[in-house]
């Protein structure tokens, strides 16, 4: 099994519609996570940190579940622009140094 | 300000032959990363340097790859010899860390290597 997951989609979704997925892990000692956003042939860019609290930015909501060992990303009004695919990263530090893990990504894809 | 840089932005060679790969990180930033994606899969990370110390070359395919970084600013990333499989898009990216836990990154363009 994977330590990090995600459902590789595509997520087809109408513009202006809300779209959300998770992401996985497996070490109940991770302590950090983030979100990148990654362009066709481009490479991934921070898109939000995600805070235990849960925190927003705009149209993006990002959620962590300790207990279920998951976090997830929704977008509200999607725009054309969001199509993208969304990596989740998730840290631990295990040892002096934090091991940090990529999933293989979500696709989103926004339709007119 | 300028962003992680990479060159080369592509590579084709020939397996058996050597390739190397360099980046220059955001001024500052103190921790270096190179990763390997293929395609449909998500960044895998080869190195992390923190200043100048390789602090987690667990993944680094040491028969073939090497990585250095000796000023604790660009570094280089060198396979020796190539394979068919190699064939993926290397990137770099680059954070401020003051503890061990992962900061943002910021990724370079990185580089498209083809192994023929």
């Known amino acids: 099994r994977k330590e990090v997951e995600q459902d590789p989609g595509p997520f087809n979704v109408p513009e202006g519609a809300t779209v959300a997925f998770n992401c996985t892990y497996s070490?109940?000692?991770?302590?950090?996570f983030f979100w990148y956003r990654q362009d066709c042939r481009k490479e991934p860019k921070l898109l939000m940190s995600v805070y235990s609290s849960g925190n927003e930015d705009g149209r993006f909501t990002a959620q962590l579940n300790r207990a279920s060992q998951y976090i997830s990303l929704l977008i509200r009004d999607s725009k054309l622009s969001d199509s993208a695919t969304y990596l989740c990263v998730v840290t631990s530090s295990t040892d002096s140094w934090g091991k940090l893990q990529f999933g293989a990504g979500t696709q989103v894809v926004v339709t007119p | 300000e300028a962003g992680v840089v990479q060159s080369p932005r592509y590579k084709i060679i020939e397996k058996k032959q050597p390739v190397a790969f360099w980046c220059n990180p955001i001024s500052g930033h103190n921790t270096l990363y190179w990763y390997r994606q293929n395609l449909g899969q998500g960044p895998e990370l080869l190195i992390r340097y923190e200043n100048e110390e390789a602090v987690d070359d667990s993944q680094l395919p040491k028969d073939r790859f090497s990585a250095e970084r000796l000023k604790g600013v660009d570094s280089t990333l060198k396979i020796q010899p190539a394979e068919l499989g190699d064939s993926a898009v290397y990137l770099c990216?680059?954070?401020?860390?003051?503890?061990?836990?992962?900061?943002?990154?910021?990724f370079g363009p990185g580089t498209r290597l083809t192994v023929t």
């Open positions: 990216a680059s954070s401020f860390t003051q503890g061990p836990l992962v900061e943002k990154q910021y």
């Open positions: 070490n109940s000692a991770s302590q950090s």
